[in-house]
């Protein structure tokens, strides 16, 4: 699965804060150096100012991060994760096409490893089949805790938001979205001070 790095456009034009295995996906296409819009370049190596990149067919690009394509680059880095059915998965970025919207929670239903392949089934019932060999299908992470923006509005068997709160009194806009709406009732964790 892709997990991004939070590279900010500075750090994206320098050719040392990337890591071979990382994923680049340039979201403007650059026909000239023969970089296609949305695709994913493995990082082969670093020499100097330049990143070696890879295309899925193996062809070798000589990419200058300085001088083109950072600034509408994104970084990734490639990580293990172990699936079962029953499991939850949150996608994390939109796939119009698909219909799967960034921080949408769907629930496995298979795992077919031969074919790196799982089948979820989405919050309107529909099943979609996911082959994480294909970059579009591997922006997903375990999706048993959610951030509190990404909770926002859901309902929910048991929740436990923890958060740093003022001592003094709550605010309630954070409060509010950290409690989505809970079928049962909410223990609060404040660490004191």
């Known amino acids: 699965m892709l997990e991004a790095r939070e590279l900010r456009t500075e ?5 040392l804060n990337y890591t071979p295995g990382d994923v680049v996906v340039i ?8 970089v296609a819009a949305g695709t994913g370049y493995t990082v082969a190596a670093i020499d100097g100012r330049t990143v070696q990149l890879t295309d899925p067919k193996g062809k070798a690009i000589d990419w200058k991060p300085a001088s083109w394509g950072a600034t509408f ?4 880095t490639e990580v293990d994760a172990e699936f079962r059915t029953g499991d939850r998965v949150q996608f994390t970025r939109n796939d119009y096409r698909a ?3 960034n921080s949408m929670v769907a629930t496995v ?5 031969a074919h790196a392949g799982i089948t979820v089934a989405m919050p309107d019932g529909t099943e979609q089949a996911l082959d994480v060999r294909r970059l ?9 805790v959610q951030t ?9 068997t048991r929740a436990r938001p923890h958060g740093e709160l003022p001592p003094h009194r709550p605010r309630q806009e954070p409060l509010r979205r950290a409690l989505p709406r809970p079928r ?10």
């Open 73 to 76: 680059a994104k970084a990734f």
């Open 11 to 15: 750090e994206r034009k320098r050719a």
């Open 99 to 101: 219909d799967r919207r």
């Open 27 to 34: 979201r403007k296409g650059v026909p000239k150096h023969s």
């Open 184 to 193: 049962h009732r909410v223990p609060l964790h404040r660490r004191s001070r």
């Open 148 to 156: 509190v923006h990404a909770a926002q509005g859901a309902t929910a």
């Open 136 to 144: 579009a299908h591997r922006y997903v992470r375990p999706g048993w």
């Open 109 to 113: 239903l298979a795992v077919d490893p």
